[in-house]
C-alpha cells in the first residue's frame, strides 16, 4: 500500500533534517533565544545568574519593600496527606533550602561520582594532589574559625568557611582566559570537587539535629531498595523518583538533613552505559539497512510501515541506553540547577540587611571575623600550603605550566564561598543576629577572595609569560 505521504517523503530524501524554531532564522531565535543558548553554554553563566539574583536580594531586603521581602520567605506553605504526610511546618524558604537544595546536591553528587569514576579524580595520582589540597582547604579554615568562636555561641558555624563555590571560582578563573593553563583549571575543579564531598560530610555529622533512629532505619531501607532496583536493571525513572521523594520525607524526619537524599541517589547512579558505544555504530547500521530495504519496494504495505517505525524506536532506545544515566541525567538538570534553584536559593537567602550597624556588628563579631579570616587567609594559607607538602613529599606534581604563583592564585580564588557557605549557615545558628553576621561576612569574603584571586593569577600568569 503506497500513500502520497509516504511517495513524497522518497522523492525529498535529501532534504535536511529540519531545524527547532529555537534554531531557526526567525527573529525571535535569532535576537534572544540563540544569544541566551550561547551565553548558558559558558562556564561562568551559572555564577552570574546567582550574582544577580543575590544582588536583587540585597537591594530588595534594603528597600522601602522589604517587609514583603520577609513575609514572602516566611510564609508557610502547607502540604498534608491525611495522616501519613505532614509538612505544615515549613516556610517557603525551607522549602527551598530542604526541598529544591536537594536536586543541587543530587546534581553535585552526580558531578563527583563523574569524576570519581572517568574524570580527574579516577587516576589516584593526579586525584592526590588536588585531595589534599583540598583538605588543607577545609581543616586550616575551619581551625582559625574555631580557634575565634572557642566557647562562644556562634562555635557551631565552624562548617561555614569550609566551602567553595564552584560557578563562582570557575567564574573567577574564566575571566582570565588562555592566561591560566588548562592544568590550572582543572587543579581548581577538581580541588573545588572534593571540597563539596567533604562539605557533604560534615553537613551529614556535624550537622544533624535530634536524631531519630526509626526515621533513619526507614530512609536507609529507602537508599537499599533504589541500589537493589539499580542492580536488577530497573532502567524507568519513575520507581527511583518515588524512593526519592520517601528518602527525602524520612531524612527530613529524622534529623539528619534532607537534602543527603539528592547525594545518596546521585551517587547510587550508573556512570556507565547500558550498552557499550562501540556496539551502538554496527547495531545502528542494520537497523538503518533494514528501513532502507523496506524502501526498496515500490510499493509500501502496513507491514513495512509498522516495521520501520518500530525499528526506528529501537534505534531511539539504542542511542539512549548507549550514553550513562548519569550523563543523562546532569545533562537534563544541570541547566536547571544553575539557572533556576540556586538563583532562587539566592535570592531566598542573600537578603540580609546593610547597615552601617549591622556592618559594624559583623565587622566585630567573632562570628564575622571568624568567617572573614577563614575564607581569605585560611584558604589561601590551606591550600597553598597543603599543595606544598604534597609536591614536597611526592604525593603529586603540578599541573603542566601551572606555577606557585598560580596555586596561590588558586587558593586564593577557593575562597570564593556562597552556596554552600549559606546554606551550612541556614543549618548552624537560629540566631538571627548571628545569621546576619555570617552572610555579611560570606558577601565580604567572597569579594575579596575573587578579587585577590583575579589579581595573584593575573600576576603569576604576566610573569610566566615574561619568563617564556
Do not use: C
Not at 588536588?130 to 583538605?135: D, I, Q, S, Y
Not at 550498552?275 to 519496494?297: G, L, N, W
Amino acid at each position: 500500500m503506497s500513500t502520497p505521504a509516504l511517495d513524497e517523503q522518497a522523492a525529498d530524501g535529501a532534504k535536511p533534517v529540519s531545524r527547532p524554531w529555537s534554531q531557526s532564522d526567525r527573529f525571535v531565535p535569532r535576537t534572544f533565544v540563540r544569544p541566551a543558548q550561547r551565553f548558558m553554554d559558558q562556564e561562568a553563566a551559572g555564577g552570574i545568574v546567582m550574582l544577580v539574583a543575590a544582588v536583587v536580594a540585597i537591594v530588595w531586603a534594603n528597600s522601602p519593600l522589604a517587609d514583603s521581602y520577609v513575609r514572602l520567605w516566611e510564609s508557610r506553605v502547607v502540604l498534608e496527606i491525611g495522616g501519613l504526610v505532614d509538612l505544615s511546618h515549613l516556610d517557603l524558604r525551607e522549602w527551598v533550602n530542604d526541598g529544591l537544595m536537594t536536586f543541587f546536591f543530587f546534581v553535585a553528587a552526580l558531578e563527583m561520582k563523574r569524576e570519581l569514576s572517568t574524570g580527574a579524580l579516577s587516576d589516584r595520582r593526579a586525584a592526590m594532589l588536588p585531595a589534599v589540597a583540598a583538605l588543607g582547604g577545609m581543616l586550616v579554615p575551619a581551625a582559625i574559625y574555631a580557634a575565634i568562636n572557642a566557647g562562644t555561641e556562634g562555635a557551631g558555624g565552624f562548617g561555614i568557611p569550609m566551602a567553595t563555590d564552584i560557578a563562582f571560582a570557575v567564574g573567577v578563573v574564566t575571566l582570565l582566559g588562555r592566561r591560566v593553563p588548562i592544568g590550572a583549571r582543572l587543579f581548581l575543579l577538581a580541588l573545588a570537587i572534593v571540597d563539596d564531598i567533604g562539605g557533604i560530610v560534615v553537613i551529614a555529622i556535624f550537622y544533624a539535629d535530634g536524631l531519630s533512629f526509626r526515621w533513619l532505619a526507614l530512609a536507609a531501607g529507602g537508599v537499599a531498595v533504589a541500589a537493589a532496583m539499580n542492580r536488577v536493571d530497573i532502567r524507568s525513572l519513575v520507581p527511583y523518583a518515588v524512593v526519592g521523594v520517601f528518602t527525602w520525607y524520612a531524612l527530613l524526619q529524622s534529623g539528619v538533613h534532607s537534602t543527603i537524599a539528592g547525594v545518596a541517589l546521585g551517587l547510587l547512579t550508573p556512570a556507565w552505559p547500558y550498552r557499550s558505544p562501540r556496539r551502538f555504530a554496527p547495531t545502528a547500521r542494520r537497523m538503518v539497512d533494514d528501513i532502507e530495504r523496506s524502501y526498496h519496494s515500490a510499493a509500501l504495505t502496513t507491514v513495512d510501515v509498522e516495521r520501520t517505525e518500530s525499528t526506528l524506536d529501537d534505534i531511539v532506545r539504542l542511542a539512549h541506553e548507549s550514553t550513562s544515566p548519569l550523563e543523562r541525567l546532569e545533562h537534563r538538570l544541570g541547566p536547571w540547577t544553575a539557572y533556576v534553584i540556586v538563583p532562587i536559593f539566592a535570592l531566598a537567602n542573600a537578603g540580609v540587611v546593610l547597615s552601617r550597624e549591622s556592618i559594624a556588628d559583623a565587622a566585630t563579631s567573632t562570628v564575622g571575623l571568624g568567617i572573614f579570616l577563614g575564607l581569605v587567609v585560611g584558604k589561601t594559607v590551606g591550600v597553598s600550603a597543603a599543595t606544598w607538602l604534597a609536591v614536597r613529599f611526592r604525593l603529586g606534581v603540578l599541573p603542566d605550566g601551572t606555577t606557585w604563583g598560580h596555586v596561590v592564585g588558586l587558593a586564593a580564588t577557593a575562597g570564593v564561598g556562597f552556596t554552600v557557605a549559606l546554606f551550612v549557615t541556614g543549618l548552624s545558628f537560629d540566631s538571627a543576629a548571628l545569621t546576619s553576621d555570617a552572610k555579611i561576612a560570606i558577601l565580604a569574603a567572597s569579594v575579596v577572595a575573587g578579587t585577590l584571586g583575579y589579581l595573584l593569577l593575573r600576576a603569576a600568569s604576566a610573569r610566566r609569560e615574561a619568563t617564556t
